[in-house]
């Protein structure tokens, strides 16, 4: 069974730094080429944060960019986003996605496409306060 498992998350202060991760299992001969971070706020649409793909390139949306680092380890089965510089709006809930196919899409503002990813993480919340 495959399945993508996310751990981290919690509260943070502004200006404050956090670091999730999320690991694959059950992908037995096949590759992850492209994994992603989207984030989800009350209220608003599902968001594409930042995603790394073959020879780990990686993309981020503008509203990230500088702030955020995407990385995952050399079996890309762990994915992690360093969260840096950590702004109110960062408020959200967190979800990693995963991939088999090769290649990706960003949107206009530079962070991946929900359909992109087939595979998706249960979800954790990140909430930046005063």
């Known amino acids: 069974q495959t399945q993508l498992v996310q751990s981290g998350g919690g509260s943070v202060q502004v200006g404050g730094s956090l670091r999730l991760s999320c690991v694959a299992s059950?992908?037995?001969?096949?590759?992850?080429?492209?994994m992603a971070w989207f984030r989800q706020a009350p209220g608003k649409e599902r968001e594409g944060v930042a995603l790394?793909?073959?020879?780990?390139?990686?993309r981020y949306a503008g509203s990230v960019k500088g702030r955020f680092t995407i990385s995952r380890d050399s079996a890309e089965t762990t994915l992690y986003p360093q969260m840096n510089n950590l702004k109110f709006e960062d408020t959200a809930m967190y979800y990693c996605?995963?991939?088999?196919?090769?290649?990706?899409?960003?949107?206009?503002?530079?962070?991946?496409?929900?359909?992109?990813?087939?595979?998706w993480g249960q979800g954790t919340q990140v909430t930046v306060s005063s």
């Open positions: 996605a995963a991939d088999t196919r090769y290649g990706f899409q960003t949107t206009s503002g530079g962070g991946p496409v929900e359909s992109d990813y087939t595979h």
């Open positions: 059950g992908f037995t001969g096949r590759r992850l080429y492209r």
């Open positions: 790394i793909g073959g020879l780990s390139t990686t």
